[in-house]
Protein backbone atom coordinates (compact mmCIF):
# COMPACT_ATOMS: atom_id res chain seq x y z
CA UNK A 1 0.00 0.00 0.00
CA UNK A 2 1.24 3.37 -1.05
CA UNK A 3 -0.24 6.51 0.38
CA UNK A 4 0.57 10.36 0.65
CA UNK A 5 -0.39 13.66 0.23
CA UNK A 6 1.33 16.76 -1.25
CA UNK A 7 0.38 20.08 -2.32
CA UNK A 8 1.22 23.53 -3.82
CA UNK A 9 0.59 27.34 -3.23
CA UNK A 10 -0.43 28.48 -6.92
CA UNK A 11 -0.50 32.50 -7.17
CA UNK A 12 -3.69 32.44 -9.46
CA UNK A 13 -7.25 32.22 -8.69
CA UNK A 14 -9.25 28.90 -8.20
CA UNK A 15 -10.61 29.33 -11.74
CA UNK A 16 -7.48 29.48 -13.58
CA UNK A 17 -6.06 26.57 -12.15
CA UNK A 18 -9.74 24.39 -12.66
CA UNK A 19 -9.05 25.49 -16.29
CA UNK A 20 -5.59 23.31 -16.31
CA UNK A 21 -6.47 20.91 -13.93
CA UNK A 22 -10.08 20.08 -15.20
CA UNK A 23 -8.84 19.79 -18.97
CA UNK A 24 -7.95 16.30 -18.38
CA UNK A 25 -6.94 15.39 -21.83
CA UNK A 26 -3.92 17.74 -21.37
CA UNK A 27 -2.60 15.31 -18.68
CA UNK A 28 0.57 14.12 -20.65
CA UNK A 29 1.70 18.05 -20.92
CA UNK A 30 2.10 17.93 -16.76
CA UNK A 31 1.83 14.45 -15.64
CA UNK A 32 4.87 12.94 -17.07
CA UNK A 33 4.35 9.74 -16.11
CA UNK A 34 1.34 8.92 -18.18
CA UNK A 35 2.25 8.49 -21.36
CA UNK A 36 -1.12 8.51 -23.57
CA UNK A 37 -4.95 8.66 -22.87
CA UNK A 38 -7.59 6.85 -24.64
CA UNK A 39 -10.91 7.93 -23.47
CA UNK A 40 -13.92 5.47 -23.82
CA UNK A 41 -16.41 7.65 -22.60
CA UNK A 42 -16.69 10.88 -21.45
CA UNK A 43 -19.59 13.03 -19.70
CA UNK A 44 -19.99 16.14 -18.05
CA UNK A 45 -18.71 14.78 -14.71
CA UNK A 46 -16.91 11.31 -15.26
CA UNK A 47 -14.82 9.54 -17.39
CA UNK A 48 -13.80 6.52 -17.88
CA UNK A 49 -10.46 6.07 -20.13
CA UNK A 50 -7.38 3.85 -20.83
CA UNK A 51 -3.81 5.87 -19.69
CA UNK A 52 -0.62 4.13 -20.92
CA UNK A 53 1.72 4.91 -18.06
CA UNK A 54 5.63 5.08 -18.00
CA UNK A 55 5.52 1.94 -15.84
CA UNK A 56 6.74 -0.64 -18.90
CA UNK A 57 4.47 1.23 -21.37
CA UNK A 58 1.29 -0.98 -18.87
CA UNK A 59 -2.18 0.18 -19.26
CA UNK A 60 -4.60 1.03 -16.18
CA UNK A 61 -7.74 1.56 -16.86
CA UNK A 62 -9.52 4.80 -14.94
CA UNK A 63 -12.62 6.31 -13.77
CA UNK A 64 -12.73 9.72 -13.75
CA UNK A 65 -14.90 11.86 -11.38
CA UNK A 66 -14.84 15.79 -11.92
CA UNK A 67 -16.26 17.94 -8.87
CA UNK A 68 -16.32 20.91 -10.72
CA UNK A 69 -14.09 23.68 -9.28
CA UNK A 70 -13.55 21.12 -6.07
CA UNK A 71 -11.44 17.85 -7.39
CA UNK A 72 -10.78 15.34 -9.73
CA UNK A 73 -10.84 12.10 -8.22
CA UNK A 74 -9.04 8.85 -10.69
CA UNK A 75 -10.09 5.50 -9.74
CA UNK A 76 -7.42 3.35 -11.12
CA UNK A 77 -9.90 0.31 -11.51
CA UNK A 78 -7.29 -2.13 -13.41
CA UNK A 79 -3.49 -1.96 -14.56
CA UNK A 80 -0.27 -2.48 -12.56
CA UNK A 81 -1.31 -0.10 -9.93
CA UNK A 82 -4.89 0.36 -8.65
CA UNK A 83 -6.52 2.36 -5.89
CA UNK A 84 -7.00 6.23 -6.22
CA UNK A 85 -5.80 9.45 -6.95
CA UNK A 86 -7.33 12.91 -5.70
CA UNK A 87 -6.73 16.56 -6.77
CA UNK A 88 -8.27 18.93 -4.82
CA UNK A 89 -8.43 22.95 -5.26
CA UNK A 90 -8.70 25.37 -2.33
CA UNK A 91 -8.68 29.05 -2.70
CA UNK A 92 -5.93 31.05 -0.61
CA UNK A 93 -7.26 34.47 -0.77
CA UNK A 94 -8.95 36.04 -4.12
CA UNK A 95 -5.94 35.23 -6.28
CA UNK A 96 -3.94 32.38 -4.87
CA UNK A 97 -4.95 28.54 -4.91
CA UNK A 98 -3.37 25.31 -2.95
CA UNK A 99 -3.88 22.11 -4.83
CA UNK A 100 -3.72 18.95 -2.69
CA UNK A 101 -3.09 15.42 -4.16
CA UNK A 102 -3.73 12.47 -2.26
CA UNK A 103 -2.38 8.83 -3.89
CA UNK A 104 -3.72 5.89 -1.94
CA UNK A 105 -2.76 3.20 -4.38
CA UNK A 106 -1.33 -0.75 -4.30
CA UNK A 107 1.39 -1.92 -6.64
CA UNK A 108 0.41 -5.07 -8.38
CA UNK A 109 2.48 -8.06 -8.40
CA UNK A 110 6.26 -8.72 -7.88
CA UNK A 111 6.61 -4.77 -8.08
CA UNK A 112 4.92 -4.64 -4.56
CA UNK A 113 8.10 -5.01 -3.17
CA UNK A 114 9.61 -2.14 -4.24
CA UNK A 115 6.52 -0.03 -2.67
CA UNK A 116 9.00 2.78 -1.02
CA UNK A 117 10.69 3.11 -4.19
CA UNK A 118 7.56 3.90 -6.48
CA UNK A 119 6.36 5.96 -3.52
CA UNK A 120 9.42 8.23 -3.93
CA UNK A 121 9.02 8.41 -7.66
CA UNK A 122 5.30 9.24 -7.86
CA UNK A 123 5.84 11.86 -5.27
CA UNK A 124 8.30 13.63 -7.22
CA UNK A 125 6.67 13.16 -10.43
CA UNK A 126 3.44 14.74 -8.50
CA UNK A 127 5.22 17.79 -7.44
CA UNK A 128 7.06 18.33 -10.59
CA UNK A 129 3.66 18.29 -12.14
CA UNK A 130 1.87 20.63 -9.96
CA UNK A 131 5.20 22.94 -10.95
CA UNK A 132 4.49 22.90 -13.86
CA UNK A 133 1.03 23.38 -13.77
CA UNK A 134 1.76 26.41 -11.55
CA UNK A 135 4.46 27.99 -14.09
CA UNK A 136 1.48 27.46 -16.60
CA UNK A 137 -1.23 29.20 -14.32
CA UNK A 138 1.01 31.86 -12.71
CA UNK A 139 1.84 33.47 -15.91
Known amino acids: MVNFHTSKKMNASVSEVWKILSDLDREI ?35 VTIDPMKSITTNITDGPIKGKKVVVINPEGDQASVVDVEWDIRISGFMGIFSKMVKKHILEGTNDALDRISKVVEK
Open 29 to 63: EFWHGTKSIKNISKSDKVVEREVVIAFKNSICRET
